[in-house]
């Protein structure tokens, strides 16, 4: 009696095992290829040769889910794009191949194809990076489609305006304004300088000035920050017109992501680094997000300008988790191959590959560790079209405007903000399309 007992509890505790083990299994097999992931961790490949890709791919493909084209170099090359794409998704991975400028009728077709090619495997398209941090700090280019001038924004903050006459205006962040005119008599131009207190110099002898200081101002582009917004988004919805017909669309930015948003992009990676504070990088984008419908997700890019270029394998790792807790959802560590370099994994170092893959096993893959677990319940909410950097008090605005007492009383208000509420804080800004009512239950607003 007893012996037929026994081999009847062994039989259950058997049946048990077998059920249980099947379950993790069936689990196991959906999470890696029947369903979506929650997440998508990964590395960028920023090098010119497919090898290097490749193996890249094969250093990160068992702790890591998405793999990211980023070569300007091999952008240009389809086939280089594919056989890259292919050895990834082959290695279980998804795919965000890069691509800045491009020609619309050869890309459209390789979109098309590339889309059937590998289905849901491929995520979007990573397209250009750094518009608002151009706008901030670099060179960026405007077109008047009215006037067909064109709008050069220099990293001085200076605005060059050339029209299809000939005629340049050079308008300085001092207030000087040059102008260049093309004459019968002086076919190389003749050159006057314009000041605020309304005197003018002309280079050439015996030349009067052909206007004035304020008829030259009124003509002035980006002649407040609203302008400089609806600019900056026209333009920008016009170089992702048709991409965003056809795909979702990626990118990456140091600054302005509520703008990048506005002017349509899907996700935008917010860049960790450049000694710029943790949550505020990520109040900044996950607010605009949160308020746009979006998604967003951080990548780690430098933090000096020198070898190492990337922070500390340790710092790394805690940048990335207390990004998954914040609930970003896309993770990619940059990657540089300088020339010359004698590591074939590029600026990524075995401390930044351990980082990653501690951060797949103990984060990711951790029930313990919550995705999006730290909620933001505040919100700060800035004046609408504020463009300021926001990197520290005296940061210029929009690339083209002096700070000024507003722009400091903005900063301060903001780190208060973040001291006060931390990775719980958001920042919006004011927009009738894009209210914040109903999803914080602190709402701050500058005028309070």
């Not at 086939?79 to 191949?97: N, Q, T």
């Not at 004035?212 to 609806?230: C, G, H």
């Not at 994994?345 to 501690?358: K, P, R, S, V």
């Not at 690339?399 to 990775?423: C, I, R, Y």
Request: aromatic share 14%; with cysteine.
């Amino acid at each position: 009696m007893w012996h037929g007992k026994k081999k009847t509890y062994i039989a259950a505790a058997i049946l048990l095992v077998v059920t249980a083990l099947a379950t993790v299994i069936v689990v196991k097999s959906a999470f890696q290829i029947g369903t979506t992931p929650t997440v998508y961790v990964g590395v960028t490949y920023g090098g010119n040769s497919v090898a290097e890709a490749k193996q890249l791919i094969d250093k990160v493909k068992g702790y890591s889910n998405l793999f990211a084209l980023q070569s300007g170099d091999l952008q240009r090359d389809f086939k280089a794009v594919d056989e890259i794409g292919d050895y990834a998704i082959d290695a279980g991975m998804y795919f965000l191949p890069y691509f800045g400028n491009y020609v619309e009728a050869t890309f459209s077709a390789w979109l098309d194809s590339a889309k059937q090619r590998w289905g849901t495997k491929l995520l979007g398209i990573y397209h250009s990076d750094d518009l608002g941090g151009k706008m901030l700090d670099d060179y960026s280019k405007f077109t008047d489609v009215e006037t067909g001038n064109t709008i050069g924004k220099t990293r001085y903050g200076d605005i060059v305006v050339e029209k299809p006459n000939g005629v340049v205006i050079h308008y300085e962040l001092n207030g000087e304004i040059n102008l260049l005119e093309p004459t019968q008599e002086h076919p190389d131009g003749v050159y006057s300088t314009y000041y605020p207190n309304g005197s003018v110099t002309v280079k050439q002898s015996n030349v009067k000035p052909s206007t004035s200081y304020q008829q030259l101002a009124n003509q002035r582009p980006f002649r407040d920050q609203n302008e400089t917004a609806a600019r900056f988004i026209s333009r920008n919805q016009q170089d992702i017109g048709n991409l965003k017909n056809s795909t979702t669309v990626f990118s990456s930015d140091y600054a302005l992501y509520w703008f990048d948003y506005k002017s349509g992009y899907d996700v935008m990676l917010t860049q960790l680094g450049w000694n710029i504070s943790l949550n505020q990088q990520i109040a900044l984008c996950r607010g605009a997000a949160t308020a746009q419908g979006k998604d967003w997700g951080v990548i780690v890019t430098w933090k000096y300008n020198s070898p190492p270029y990337l922070d500390s394998g340790s710092e790394v790792f805690n940048q990335l988790k207390t990004s998954y807790e914040a609930g970003a959802k896309y993770f990619l560590l940059f990657n540089f191959y300088e020339e010359g370099t004698s590591n074939p994994y590029g600026t990524l170092g075995e401390e930044h590959f351990q980082a990653l893959e501690n951060f797949w096993n103990n984060v990711v893959n951790n029930s313990g560790v919550v995705h999006g677990s730290v909620e933001a319940d505040s919100v700060l909410v800035l004046p609408q079209n504020f463009g300021g950097g926001l990197r520290w008090r005296t940061d210029i605005v929009w690339g083209v405007f002096k700070p000024d007492e507003t722009s400091g009383q903005l900063w301060d208000l903001l780190q208060q903000s973040l001291n006060a509420h931390g990775l719980k804080l958001d920042v919006a800004f004011e927009d009738l399309d894009n209210p914040v009512s109903g999803k914080y239950s602190n709402i701050i607003h500058f005028s309070d």
